[in-house]
Structure formats: structure tokens, C-alpha cells
């Protein structure tokens, strides 16, 4: 038998963890984690180029280690007064996360989600040496502002996690919620918009709950409405004493000159580059629409992605999509799957395979 990972010294903590483990594979509709399926557009991608050429020529210096121009063009980018001091980024928004555990989370502390919510959150809590403690939601997947602060009251944890909307239900959450979770903490309240640019787009961010919070932090990615995700671009806004927290644990010149460059020349650009966002909409709508019109149950998504009950046999379901060339998620939940909205074609690729299934059934 071939050496397993348990076998090694490794931290005790560490043993029986599962990696994340999303599959990768080369299917025709990939709609199984939540990116953006449409390319970069090509008027942004010659002057992403051009950038990443300025770059390269000044390689084989370190970066900008405050990586200032980028956290510059956040601040704009996300308004509301925000200056650079209030702006960190790093490799996607895990990384960010990531960071903010290592200096809030780490052994004997505690970090708080409601499940079910983004499978990272307990990952990147435990590999810090902390404690993952789940609270609960409605049936519909919903939070009231009185049953989160009392769970996050008597939880009492150092950090806690608000995935607005959340991930892998498509959830909206109300800021009232946040701000009753914050008025019931102690601890670090990180609000996770990674979809925030999918919502309607008369709700409010909980970036205008910054001031005067020191311990509410937003992050936010380039991954998905960005159309960025293989350049692993995430940050977020806080405190400027928050963003000196950070410092302290991450790894120096943790961002490369050549994704600096890139983030930067995309953010210039940012209304194109986000002008598939209501065409993603709309296929998310349409993707709800039918899946009741099949007699699923979708639930409300402000985000990306459709979370649908009423599936007999997910992993069933699931391998007959694959074999017809089309790739969703099965997120553990009985009875449901996940499926991102991709363009329409992709979109109803994945419609008909769905439909094509249920009359075979
Ligand atoms: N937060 C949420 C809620 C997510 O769904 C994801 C990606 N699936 C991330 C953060 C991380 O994204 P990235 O590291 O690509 O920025």
C-alpha cells in the first residue's frame, strides 16, 4: 500500500481533514464552481497583455510589496470614500481569508459560520489550528437579525463569517443582520461579497457599514464578476489598523508583479469587464425558472449560481449530466445540486441534459 499523509508526522489537527477537492475536469459545460464562463473581453485583454509587458521587464526586481497602485484602483473601484489604508488584496480571496485567520483565528480560538455555507471557511479555520463552530439558518436558507446575534452571542467566537450572498445557497443577506451580529460580537466580523456584483443593484454593500466599525471587515474577489479567476486577485476593506494586522502574516511580497500589473489594468476597465454581469443574471433567472417549470425547488440566488432541491439521487443526477458532457456540483446537501449560470448556450446545454435525464427517469 502507498504511504498516506496520516502516515507522516503531520499535526495532529490535521488528521482525518479532507482537501478541498472540487473536480476539475475537461467537460465541454463546466458549471461546477462558480466562475464566470464568459472570456475576458478583448478590448481589456490587449491592454492586460501590455501591462503584464511593462511587467516583465522590471521581473527581476521584488514587487511593490504594498502593491499600491492596485489598492488605489480597490479603493476606487469600490467608492464610498475608501482610501488605499483601508485596502488589502492577495491570491484570490481564500488567501485573504486565509490572512485574516492567521492573525485572528490560530490555536484555542474560535471561528463561526452559518451552515451550509462556503466549504473554505472551516478548512482555512482548522489549518490555522482553530475551531470551526456552525450555526443554523431557516429551511429556506435565510437568517433573521434576532436568531444570528443570539447564536453568534452564545457562540462567543473570535471570528466570524457572513457570506453575503451566501455560497451554496445564492442566500441574500440583510444588513441589518450584519449589524446585529457585530453589536452581538467581540470578534471579527468578515462579511464575504464574493457575489456581491450579481445582487440587485439597489442593495447596498456592507462596505457603507465600515465607519465606525473597527472590527468589520468586507472582502471581496475578481474571480467571478471580474471574469479574473485564473489570476487569483481577492481583497478586501477594514480598518487602516486591520490592513497592519494582516502584515504581520503575510508572506513578503505575497502578490507577483506580473498580477499586480494585470489586477491593476483590469480594474481601469472595470465597467466592461463587467458587462456580462447582467447577461449571467438573466441566464440565473432562467436557469430558476425551469428548474421549477421540472419540478425542482430552486431557491432564491442573488448570486451566480442556482442551489435546487427536490433531486431524487444527486450523485445519480449528477453522473448522468457528466456523461452528456456537463459538470455541476454536488454540495453534500440531500437532495439538491448547484449549478453555476454560464452563457446561454451553456445554460441550455445544461437545461436540456437536465430535462433530457427526467424524461428517461
Ligand atoms: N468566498 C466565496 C463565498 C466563494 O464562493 C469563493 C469561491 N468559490 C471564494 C470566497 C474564493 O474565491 P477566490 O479565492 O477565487 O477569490
Not at 443570539?150 to 442566500?171: H, K, R, S
Not at 449589524?179 to 452581538?184: F, G
Request: hydrophobic share 45%.
Amino acid at each position: 500500500m502507498s504511504l498516506s499523509f496520516e502516515d507522516l508526522p503531520i499535526r495532529d489537527d490535521l488528521r482525518g481533514m479532507i482537501p478541498y477537492g472540487a473536480p476539475q475536469a475537461p467537460l465541454p459545460v463546466a458549471l461546477n464552481v462558480n466562475e464566470n464562463t464568459h472570456p475576458v473581453p478583448d478590448e481589456v485583454a490587449g491592454d492586460i497583455l501590455d501591462a503584464i509587458a511593462r511587467a516583465l521587464r522590471d521581473i527581476n526586481r521584488y514587487p511593490d510589496r504594498e502593491f499600491t497602485a492596485l489598492r488605489e484602483s480597490f479603493a476606487g473601484y469600490l467608492g464610498e470614500g475608501l482610501q488605499r489604508e483601508q485596502i488589502w488584496a492577495a491570491n484570490g480571496s481564500n488567501e485573504v481569508l486565509q490572512h485574516i485567520l492567521q492573525a485572528f483565528g490560530g490555536p484555542g480560538r474560535t471561528a463561526f459560520g452559518f451552515a451550509p455555507t462556503y466549504s473554505m471557511y472551516p478548512l482555512l479555520t482548522r489549518a490555522t489550528g482553530a475551531a470551526w463552530v456552525a450555526g443554523t439558518r431557516e429551511p429556506d436558507h435565510s437568517l433573521s437579525a434576532e436568531s444570528a446575534a443570539a447564536q453568534v452571542a452564545e457562540a462567543d467566537p473570535d471570528v466570524i463569517f457572513l457570506c453575503a450572498p451566501n455560497n451554496p445557497t445564492g442566500t441574500p443577506l440583510p444588513l441589518e443582520v450584519v449589524t446585529a451580529v457585530y453589536e452581538a460580537s467581540r470578534g471579527i466580523v468578515i462579511v464575504d461579497e464574493a457575489y456581491q456584483e450579481f445582487a440587485p443593484r439597489d442593495s447596498p454593500s456592507a462596505v457603507t457599514l465600515l465607519p465606525g466599525r473597527e472590527r468589520l471587515v468586507v472582502s471581496r474577489t475578481m474571480s467571478k464578476a471580474f471574469a479574473f479567476a485564473g489570476a487569483r486577485v481577492g481583497y478586501l476593506a477594514a480598518d487602516p489598523a486591520f490592513i497592519d494586522a494582516l502584515r504581520l502574516v503575510r508572506l513578503p511580497y505575497h502578490l507577483s508583479a506580473l498580477t499586480q500589473a494585470a489586477a491593476t489594468a483590469a480594474l481601469a476597465h472595470a465597467s466592461t469587464m463587467l458587462r456580462m454581469v447582467d447577461d449571467i443574471v438573466g441566464q440565473r433567472d432562467r436557469i430558476s425558472a425551469t428548474l421549477e417549470a421540472l419540478g425542482y425547488r430552486p431557491y432564491e440566488s442573488w448570486s451566480n449560481f442556482v442551489l435546487f432541491g427536490g433531486v431524487e439521487d444527486p450523485s445519480e443526477t449528477w453522473r448522468r449530466l457528466y456523461s452528456r458532457g456537463v459538470l455541476i456540483r454536488d454540495v453534500g446537501i440531500p437532495h439538491h445540486l448547484r449549478v453555476t449560470a454560464g452563457t446561454e448556450a451553456e445554460t441550455t446545454a445544461f437545461l436540456d441534459a437536465l430535462a433530457s435525464i427526467d424524461s428517461e427517469a
